[in-house]
Every structure is written in structure tokens, then in C-alpha cells.
């Protein structure tokens, strides 16, 4: 009888659903928590990391290389190039790539020793060109240390290390001809070409150069400053990435700096180029041109002057100097002094400025064991250097303040005859000093002694420091306090340069009106600072009608194609002063040149204004000499205002601004108003002395020779005993003063030999022409033409004492009058 299986009990079975429930939940549990952490994961990839990975993928599979946009060029007011950008080319090793083909050339003359052995052949085996080879090379092209590279070779992880930036276009072609195997490290020829056209190897004709791996080169460009020095402080600079550091190069980066382009190109895993698979190419876009109100030979006048007067004066704190047109605010120069090269931005171009380097770092070296470690020490070596360089960086014109003395005196003037305080026929009694309520001592008149009764132009020639205390006394306090407001001083002048001081240092208005004691000092232009740029401006509202401009440097924005893309419209900010009130102003600063404290800064020919500063730095022994003048008085067309900073005292020369500042004027002007087209109008006693072109009386009779000359207003002499001029010192056509002395050669010959010029520094005029004429020059007067001081002595001259120079030649000589006080 057969038996049938035995169940499992109801507890086995009820134990393994149990079990294949609990198996099956656990395979749910974790295929859930699998595929959450999957899900997270993808969605990290594919969504956080998105942009990153496809980054990181392109990069992987293309290869991008920027092009660089050219920068705009920067020019003058009539077209002449001030910075412009050239081509240039970044050099750049790649020590894997080198380390690779070093071990090429090694793997192959082992494997073609071992096959000429094979063979039973000799071998010689050829030099490698190592790292070494390719450091001798680079170090003789590029004038890099070899150590130095060498040392960047030893990376061989790394495929880019800078050797040479923004190299010049022959240094990259010979750095060229060395990777492509036509130069050895010593720059010896190696290559020729054959008849074919085919560059082959000198000492074997039936070979191609071998060129090196890993020196690659990199398209850029260069920033080039043609006239060096020449407005630095107003152009500025930029720096190694090509971007504006300083100057309108900064203020106008986004215009100059154009916008760079790219190629993109597929590369295979060897990072070489798949061409024609894939290329896309997005062109640059070049930077804009500015053209700017700075003209060229007025700027080369302005720094000739100012170079000139910094020699002969040795200011201890530099020079300003700023040339504008009154009747629209354009910059027609501007310069700050201590300067730089544009061409070489990081060296001290100042010898004063090197000369206090210098002594700077001894100090630090002396003290250097004193510092807590090396890089204390070499910290504050750079810090020193640094705060050099940014002396001669800085624009003093618009960046710095100062108490600017007597040259604010036009500004007080200006208030109190729109105000109907004063008029031309008030009068002033000066005893040599006044009483301010307040103040506890005498303020002076530079006149110790006193002016006496003076009308408004006398008291405005003379600088009397009482006189305009009377004046400031008269105003007010409130009302002086809003004439500074209306004449810009409590706010920048909007110049468009960068880094502009936002106002000057002045007392709070409350302040102000609590006593009349800083409206006393501020009349005569004391106990407050601001720039020369504010300064200038506000004279110019003084005497161009009562307009106030906002001062401006950059005239028209051009783009690739040379299109106006934007032009700068000169309108007023607002009218200060009246057409009447402007017109005395002049009037009373023409007198300061032609009688007062200003003379020595008249021009032959010209109607100068002018106003002398001197001013005391407050709370120092030190002094600010100053003067500012413009032309043609009765109708300004350019204004100018020279600045110099604790003179030396002891060069001989009283410390005056009209000592020392009105005479250099005198000459800037007599080079910038011929130019600009003003003609000049001599009165009867300066005609005399100017500039006449001598006629030619060669062949001519004596007779008929002297009569030429006489007529032409020169006088002559005769050296010789013959009847017909057989030459003449100076030639016929040569531009000479009228009143000069013309030699004329009767059958004698005319010597060859060198006349030297005589120092006449000192002498009064006559002196110093019998001086000059003796030694067979001519001399041509500049500066104080008339004075009544008697007081009048050369004080400089256009060619050095001593220097030889050919018969006939014309010395400019300067006149000043020592006997002015401000």
C-alpha cells in the first residue's frame, strides 16, 4: 500500500511565506535605496554638475585660443599719436613637450646605434638638442637668465611656463628661426636654401634642419608711448595684462581695450588639432581711439618751461603746470612734475626722487637686523619703492591740494565787484599790515612799509594783502562762502581723468560764519587748499565772460573705422560773474603784468593778465610759488597756471612768484602764442627789438648795402676796405631782433672760426648786449620789457655760457625785475 508525501505543518508554511515576504521586502527596500542613490547621483551629474562636466568635457575635446583686440590709439589734438598698440608675442616653454623630445632624439640614435651595429657599420651619433641647448639658445635671444630657464624645464608635469612677454617682432622671429632649426644656440647659420626652394642643412644638403619642441610663441600686443616723458601723468599706463592702470589709459579702459575673439578647434587625446572636423572662429572687435584737447607742442612748451625752472630752482616737492582755453575749459596741456617714462613706467625717471630712494633704502639696510625676518625686510624695501613710483604717478594738477596765496586774490576781487563793494575808483590806504577782529597779531602786507592810497588796479598789481582783507571784510562771510560754492571750489571739477580730489580743504560753512578771521585769511588765499585744476577753473570764470566749464582732456571718441562715436559738448555749468565784472577783472590783471608785482612775466608784442603767488604752506617755513597769466588780456584765449613746491633759497633769486614762476611764464607764453596764430602788436619801443628776416646785400655796393639795411631798421658795420659786400654775418633771410648789428665783409673773407657765448646773467640790458655783440653774436630781449623799477637784469639765457656756436647767432636773453615782492 502505497503512502502519500507528508505536508509540511501550517507553522512551516506560514514560516516561509514569512520568510520569502520578508526576502521579497528587503530585494524592495533595496532596489528602492539603490535606485535613490542612483537617482541622486544622476541628478548630481546630470544637473549640479552640469555646466562644470560639460566644461570639463569641452575642454577635454577643444582647444580654444584667444585673439587679442587691438587698443585704441590715443591722439593729440591734431592727429599726432600719443599711445599707440603694436604687435608683440608672448614666448612659452612647454617642459613636457621638451622632456619628450629630448627622450625622441635620445630612443632614436640608440635605435640607430643598435641597427649600425647590426649592420657593422660605424655611427656617429648626432648632439641632442637638450635643455640645455634650448636654454643657451632662448638665454642669448631673449636676455633671460639660463639658470632661470633651466630651472622652468625641470617641471616636466607642467606645459606652460613664460619665458619673454610682449617680446618685439625681431626678437620673435629670431626666437623663430632658432625652433625652426635655420640657427644653432649661439646664433651661428645652419641652414640655406636649395635650388628647389627647400631649406636644407648647410653642412649636409641632402637634410632638413631638425626643429625643436615645446617654445611656442602667442600672438599679443605692446603699448608704445612715441614721446616717452611727454604728458605721462595725463596719459598714463597699462599694465602687464593690458589693462589701464593710470591716466585716461584707465579712465577709458573699457573704450581703448576693444573685445578679444577666439578660434575653437577639436583636438584628439594627443591635444593635436582635428582639422577641418570642427572650427568656429568669433572675431575680436578693436578698441576705440581717443582724440584729445592736449596738443603736442604746447605740451612740449609747457614741460620745457617747467623743466627748466624745476633746474634752476631745485623745488623740494615738484612742479604743476596746466594750459587751458578759458572759453571752453579744454586741457591744452598739463604736467606734473616729478614725472615718469611711459616706456619704462616702473623706473624712477626723477633723479631727486632716485636720490631720496636711494638714501630710503641705506636706512632700511642699516636697520635691517632689526626687522622680525627676512620678509619684513624685503616688504618694506617694496613699500618704499613702491611710494616712489607712485610720486612720479601721480597728477599733482587735479590729485593734490594747495594753499594757493595770491593767485586766488582774482577770485575776491571778481566777488566783490559783482557784489558793487568796489569799483576802479575805489581806493585802498595800505600802512604795511591790518588788524582782523579775533586775531591776535598784525597780518603783513608783503610791503612791510606800506603802499599807501592805492585805487583797485594798484592795490591788484601791488598784492596788498590789506587791501583784499578789505575787500573779504566787505563781502562777508555768507555771501564769500557762496561765491566759493558758485566758483566750483566745493566740488570736483568733473575732469575726465581718473581719481579726481572731490573738493578742496576748506573751513565747514558754520564754522566759517562764526568769525571774520578765515574770511580774512581766505581773501588773500590762505589757510584753506585746492588743487591747481580748481584753481584754473575758476580764474577762467574770473576772466572769460563769468562762465564756469567743467575742465575736459578727452575731445572725441572715435571707432575702428574712425567714426565720431562721441563728441564733447563745452556748455557752462553756470554764469559766476557778469560780462562788466569780468572785463574790470581784466583790466586790473593786465595792470599786475604791465606795472605791478606780474612783470616779469610780459611778453613782447602780447597784452598779458597775470596774478603772483606766493604762499605760505600753514604751519611750515615752507612756501608755494605760484603765478598764473593769460592772453590776449582784453580777449583770453588760453589761460595758464605754473605751481612750484618749497623752492630752494638759495639759488640767488628772490623766493617770489614773481621771482621766480612769472619770468619762466614769460617764456612758455612767447613760444605758445605765435604758435596758436595770435598776432602780436608792438608798441613803438618793442618794435625796435623784434624779429625781422635781414636782408641779403651780398654783391651789392657798401653804399647801396648800408642804405638796404638802415631802411630794413638794422644797423651794420664794416669789416674790410673794399667797395662791394663780398659776405655778411648773419646771412640774408636769417630771423634776427631789428635793432641788430649786421657785419658786412668789404673784398675780406669772413672767419670760420667759432664765436663763444658769454655768460651775461646779471647784467643789465645794455651790458649784456655789448657783452654778446662783442663776441660776435646777436642778442634778442625776452621777458620785462618795461619797468620803471630800474631794478631789470638778465636772469637767464637760451644758450649756455661757454658754448661755441657759429658768427651772427642769436641769444635769447631773459629780463626780470628782483625788485617785485610776490
Excluded at 31 to 44: E, N, R, S
Excluded at 105 to 132: C, F, M, N, R
Excluded at 633 to 649: E, F, G, K, W, Y
Aim: with cysteine; proline share 4%; charged share 20%.
Amino acid at each position: 500500500m502505497a503512502h502519500s508525501p507528508r505536508r509540511k505543518s501550517d507553522a512551516a508554511r506560514r514560516a516561509n511565506q514569512v520568510i520569502r515576504g520578508r526576502t521579497m521586502l528587503i530585494m524592495v527596500l533595496l532596489g528602492v535605496a539603490a535606485f535613490v542613490v542612483l537617482f541622486f547621483k544622476l541628478y548630481d551629474i546630470q544637473i549640479n554638475q552640469h555646466e562644470t562636466l560639460r566644461a570639463t568635457a569641452i575642454n577635454q575635446q577643444t582647444d580654444s585660443t584667444v585673439i587679442s583686440a587691438s587698443r585704441g590709439t590715443i591722439y593729440d589734438t591734431n592727429g599726432n599719436v600719443l599711445a599707440v598698440s603694436a604687435t608683440a608675442e608672448t614666448i612659452f616653454l612647454s617642459p613636457l613637450d621638451i622632456d619628450a623630445f629630448v627622450t625622441a632624439q635620445e630612443d632614436a640614435i640608440k635605435e640607430a646605434a643598435e641597427k649600425a651595429a647590426e649592420d657593422g657599420v660605424s655611427y656617429t651619433a648626432p648632439a641632442v638638442l637638450d635643455q640645455s641647448y634650448i636654454a643657451r639658445g632662448l638665454s642669448r635671444i631673449l636676455g633671460v637668465d639660463e639658470s632661470t630657464l633651466l630651472e622652468k624645464m625641470e617641471d616636466v608635469k607642467s606645459q606652460y611656463k613664460v619665458v619673454a612677454e610682449k617680446a618685439e617682432q625681431d626678437v620673435a622671429d629670431e626666437v623663430r628661426r632658432f625652433i625652426n632649426g635655420e640657427i644653432d644656440d649661439e646664433g651661428n647659420q645652419l641652414t640655406t636654401v636649395n635650388d628647389d626652394g627647400k631649406t636644407v642643412l648647410i653642412s649636409n644638403p641632402t637634410q632638413s634642419p631638425t626643429k625643436l619642441r615645446g617654445i611656442y610663441l602667442r600672438s599679443d600686443t605692446k603699448r608704445y608711448y612715441p614721446y616717452g616723458t611727454l604728458a605721462s601723468n595725463v596719459i598714463g599706463f597699462i599694465n602687464a595684462d593690458n589693462v589701464g592702470a593710470y591716466g585716461l589709459e584707465a579712465k577709458y579702459d573699457s573704450v581703448l581695450q576693444g573685445t578679444t575673439g577666439l578660434t575653437v578647434t577639436a583636438k584628439d587625446n594627443y591635444n593635436q588639432p582635428l582639422l577641418f572636423q570642427y572650427e568656429q572662429y568669433y572675431d575680436a572687435e578693436d578698441g576705440g581711439d581717443l582724440v584729445l584737447t592736449l596738443d603736442r607742442n604746447i605740451q612740449y612748451y609747457l614741460e620745457k618751461g617747467l623743466e627748466s625752472m624745476i633746474a634752476k630752482f631745485d623745488p623740494a616737492n615738484g612742479a604743476t603746470g596746466i594750459v587751458m582755453d578759458p572759453r571752453d575749459g579744454a586741457v591744452l596741456a598739463m604736467a606734473s612734475y616729478p614725472n615718469y617714462d611711459l616706456n619704462s613706467y616702473s623706473t624712477i625717471y626723477d633723479q631727486t626722487l632716485q636720490e631720496n630712494l636711494d638714501a630710503t633704502l641705506a636706512e632700511l639696510e642699516s636697520k635691517r637686523d632689526t626687522y622680525a625676518d627676512e620678509d619684513a625686510y624685503k616688504a618694506a624695501v617694496s613699500d618704499a619703492k613702491v611710494s616712489a613710483q607712485y610720486k612720479q604717478w601721480r597728477n599733482k594738477c587735479y590729485q593734490d591740494t594747495y594753499e594757493p596765496g595770491s593767485t586766488f586774490k582774482p577770485v575776491t576781487l571778481a566777488t566783490a565787484l559783482e557784489e558793487g563793494l568796489v569799483s576802479l575808483s575805489s581806493t585802498f590806504t595800505c600802512t604795511g599790515s591790518t588788524r582782523v577782529e579775533g586775531w591776535y597779531k598784525p597780518i603783513y602786507c608783503s610791503n612791510h612799509s606800506g603802499h599807501g592810497v592805492q585805487t583797485l588796479k594798484e592795490a591788484t598789481g601791488n598784492s596788498c594783502n590789506p587791501a583784499f582783507i578789505s575787500m573779504g571784510l566787505k563781502i562777508g562771510t555768507k555771501t564769500y562762502y557762496e561765491y566759493l560754492k558758485s566758483f566750483g571750489f566745493m566740488e570736483s571739477t568733473g575732469v575726465d581723468l581718473p581719481a579726481e580730489i572731490e573738493t578742496g580743504l576748506f573751513a565747514s560753512e558754520k564754522t566759517f560764519n562764526t568769525g571774520v578771521v578765515s574770511l580774512a585769511s581766505y581773501s588773500f588765499g590762505q589757510t584753506f587748499n585746492i588743487s591747481p585744476l580748481q584753481l584754473i577753473r575758476a580764474q577762467s570764470a574770473c576772466i572769460n565772460g563769468g562762465y564756469l566749464y567743467t575742465p575736459y582732456v578727452v575731445k572725441q571718441i572715435l571707432d575702428q573705422d574712425g567714426n565720431v562715436i562721441q563728441q564733447h559738448q563745452a556748455t557752462p555749468t553756470r554764469q559766476v560773474i557778469s560780462e562788466e565784472t569780468s572785463a574790470t577783472v581784466r583790466e586790473c590783471l593786465e595792470y599786475v603784468v604791465a606795472s605791478g608785482g606780474g612783470r616779469n612775466g610780459q611778453v613782447a608784442g602780447y597784452r598779458i593778465g597775470g596774478k603772483t603767488g606766493t604762499a605760505d604752506k600753514t604751519g611750515t617755513n615752507d612756501v608755494v610759488v605760484s603765478f598764473m597769466c593769460f592772453a590776449p588780456a582784453n580777449d583770453p584765449q588760453v589761460i595758464m597756471l605754473l605751481t612750484m613746491d618749497t623752492p630752494s633759497r638759495t639759488t640767488g633769486t628772490a623766493v617770489f612768484g614773481g621771482t621766480m614762476v612769472a619770468p619762466i611764464a614769460s617764456s612758455i607764453m612767447s613760444d605758445i602764442l605765435p604758435y596758436l596764430g595770435v598776432e602780436p602788436e608792438y608798441s613803438a619801443d618793442e618794435l625796435v627789438g623784434a624779429d625781422a628776416s635781414v636782408p641779403n646785400v651780398v654783391g651789392k655796393a657798401a653804399s647801396a648795402a648800408k642804405e638796404t639795411l638802415e631802411k630794413a631798421g638794422f644797423s651794420c658795420r664794416t669789416v674790410g676796405d673794399g667797395d662791394t659786400v663780398t659776405d655778411q654775418t648773419p646771412a640774408g633771410g636769417a630771423i634776427v631782433p631789428n635793432n641788430a648789428t649786421i657785419i658786412l665783409y668789404l673784398g675780406q673773407e669772413k672767419p670760420d672760426d667759432p664765436c663763444t657765448v658769454p655768460n651775461v646773467i646779471g647784467k643789465s640790458a645794455s651790458e649784456a648786449n655789448k657783452a654778446i655783440a662783442n663776441a660776435g653774436l646777436i642778442m634778442k630781449v625776452a621777458g620785462a620789457t618795461s619797468t620803471s623799477s630800474g631794478n631789470v637784469h638778465a636772469i637767464s639765457q637760451d644758450i649756455a655760457a661757454g658754448t661755441e656756436v657759429d658768427a651772427g647767432t642769436v641769444v635769447t636773453v631773459q629780463f626780470g625785475d628782483n625788485s617785485v615782492l610776490d
